[in-house]
């Protein structure tokens, strides 16, 4: 069984390589002559004021939140995904039908909440 | 003659790794190629017959150009960025099966790197990993632009990934296994694609590709009228390259696996029982098919606002992804095959 | 080969499990723990759990390390060289301490229960076979821990709505 795994291993090992190798070389060869200007961060050739380190809007801290519920969502949903015909086979199909719709209609009363209260919107 | 397990690995991680590599070299050179085409331009055309060497030309040229740190900059993070953004998105091409399998010899070689029985989980695991590259070049750049393009592409990215890990467990419950090459193997014949079974979920899935891969018209992270290059503003030389090689092997991988999921893998229509080499050529007509897509789209649709983009994920693909899979779960709990 | 990739995995998250601690930026301890989340998917891999491996790397490592990541910059935690900058809640010295043997005292006690349990210990015999065939979690799943499972459901809405209430406040109060 771990033996499908190790030619990924291999793959990561060639990718992780190929990576980095990009970067040294280019990182070797290539030309360096700093200035000021240069180095400075590019505003569109306007001079950067204030710190770039600003504060974002809590949106996508809601964003990030709900994306980890739903993620969490459908990790659950893959075991009955993969099992869905054996167990309709197994004649329990519409038990475990009547669990999913339970668990993911919850969810989508939790959606519908957040839909209404105004969390998906992002001109606000 | 013995040939050892390993030596046909490395033979196949070096074809389909260097056949990744160079399609989403191709793909640099299509990008701008199509784009002269649909504006009655040539593009380019000075390297090579066609300009077909214009790729190679580049890689040499980004080698050879400054790499410039700005500063204030984190520079690790600055510099790792680039390689936590490409490598994801290589690693998950691992689990595609590029072709059925050969038979040369006593040796019968699945055309995959690895066959593994979590392909899609392993496939949307890492995936999802390129969203780090994306934040952290942003963050690290110490630039105003690049932050909020990072920012940008990153809330985007996770909100449609629900849409495209819901859309491919609605493929997965028709299945019934997570192997990829499984779901393109019960594929054989054109009347059991899944796309005849599970319409809306390609449609879905076809959308969600753009959005994945920051594409246009969901391209926020990098529209230039508004933040300049988006989260790789600052970025130069290889390290640019990096990003953008990147990119496209994301937009090959999500093609080959719309093409794998949706369209039959290495099926070939009304010709089930097509040697191996042809049956490759048909997968790549599919997965080119989707890439010309990515152009097509390019140069045919305006770009969306940002609101309007998360709205789209979190009212409409969400909600309509979920209701798909319940109803195909439906179909499946009543019995009807 | 595999018992050499274990200790190297073990290292790797040990390593990634100091490095959380010592790193001098919230971004560095951050990535420290994405690698040893990564180790530790392998070590759950090389025990025969393959979905619970590509489930850590899916959850832990795609979205509740995003989530972090956020919350830094939405703090504005993550500047060069500076420590912790939140004077809202100071930690001090000894509130610290007091967390930390807590939190010490909490992972012991979870130890020695494991310890205690008569679970199946996979590190004797080498790893099963599939041991955790999908199906096998499904029937679980909604045979026997079908409540938990609507559970979950459950405490998914309310840290929707939790979340959701926090947001809103937040955009009331700085003058929408």
């Known amino acids: 069984m771990l033996e499908s795994y190790a030619p990924i291993l291999i793959y990561a090992a060639v990718v992780i390589g190929f990576a980095v190798a990009n970067l040294v070389i280019s990182d070797l060869l290539g030309r360096k002559r700093r200035t000021i200007d240069k180095d400075r961060p590019y505003e569109s050739g306007m001079t950067p004021e204030g710190s770039a380190r600003v504060r974002l809007s809590i949106h996508f801290y809601l964003v990030a939140v709900l994306f980890i519920l739903f993620d969490v969502e459908s990790i659950f949903l893959v075991p009955w995904a993969v099992s869905a015909r054996a167990l309709s086979e197994a004649g329990v199909g519409p038990i475990v039908f009547a669990e999913i719709s339970l668990f993911v209609g919850v969810l989508a009363i939790g959606l519908a909440y957040v839909w209404r209260k105004g969390g998906l919107e992002w001109d606000r | ?337 | 080969m595999s018992e050499l990739l274990f200790y190297a995995m073990a290292v790797i998250a040990l390593l990634g499990g100091l490095g959380v601690i010592f790193s001098k930026s919230p971004m560095g301890s951050v990535l420290s723990l994405l690698g040893s989340f990564f180790a530790l998917a392998v070590i759950y891999l090389l025990a025969g759990f393959h979905f619970m491996a590509a489930v850590q790397i899916l959850v832990y490592a795609g979205a509740i390390m995003v989530l972090f990541l956020f919350v830094i910059m939405l703090l504005n935690l993550g500047g060069m060289g500076t420590r912790f900058e939140l004077s809202a809640a100071p930690l001090t010295r000894a509130r610290s301490q007091i967390a930390a043997a807590v939190a010490a005292g909490v992972g012991l006690a979870g130890l020695i229960a494991v310890q205690r349990a008569s679970l199946p210990r996979i590190a004797q015999g080498g790893a099963p076979e599939r041991i955790d065939d999908i199906n096998q979690i499904a029937i679980a799943l909604f045979g026997r821990y079908s409540l938990p499972f609507q559970a979950v459901s459950v405490l998914l809405l309310t840290t929707m709505v939790a979340v959701l209430v926090l947001a809103k406040r937040r955009t009331r109060e700085s003058g929408q």
């Open chain 2, 1 to 337: 003659m013995e040939v050892p397990l390993p030596l046909i690995w490395l033979v196949k991680i070096v074809v389909i790794f260097g056949g990744l590599v160079s399609t989403a070299a191709l793909m640099s050179l299509a990008e701008r190629k199509v784009s002269a085409w649909m504006q009655y331009r040539i593009g380019p055309n000075r390297v090579g017959p066609f300009g077909l060497l214009q790729p190679l030309a580049d890689g040499v040229k980004f080698i050879f150009k400054e790499e410039l740190i700005p500063a204030g900059a984190n520079k690790f993070m600055f510099r790792l960025a680039p390689a936590l953004s490409a490598a994801p998105a290589m690693l998950t091409m691992a689990v595609i099966p590029i072709g059925g399998t050969v038979v040369l010899g006593e040796y019968s070689i699945p055309l995959s790197i690895a066959d593994v029985d979590i392909g899609v989980l392993f496939l949307l695991a890492f995936s999802g990993l390129s969203i780090y590259g994306v934040i952290l070049g942003g963050w690290a750049s110490n630039s105003k632009y690049s932050l909020l393009g990072g920012l940008r592409a990153s809330a985007q990215m996770i909100s449609y990934e629900l849409t495209l890990i819901l859309t491919i467990l609605a493929v997965v419950a028709l299945e019934g296994t997570l192997n990829l090459r499984t779901i393109s193997e019960n594929q054989q014949h054109v009347g059991e694609w899944n796309i005849w079974t599970q319409p809306l979920a390609f449609v879905l899935f076809t959308i969600t590709m753009f959005a994945e891969t920051n594409r246009h018209p969901f391209d926020f992270a990098e529209c230039e009228p508004e933040l300049v290059g988006g989260f790789h503003t600052e970025y130069s030389a290889m390290r640019f390259a990096l990003y953008f090689l990147g990119e496209y092997c994301a937009m090959t991988v999500l093609s080959c696996l719309n093409a794998t999921l949706f369209l039959g893998g290495p099926s070939v229509p009304f010709w089930p029982e097509a040697p191996w080499f042809v049956g490759i050529a048909a997968f790549c007509l599919k997965a080119g098919f989707f890439l010309f897509l990515f152009l097509w789209v390019r140069w045919s649709l305006p770009r969306m606002r940002f609101d309007q983009l998360m709205r789209l994920g979190w009212k409409v693909f969400l909600p309509l992804a979920l209701a798909n899979l319940l109803i195909t779960g439906g179909f499946i709990a009543f019995g009807a095959h």
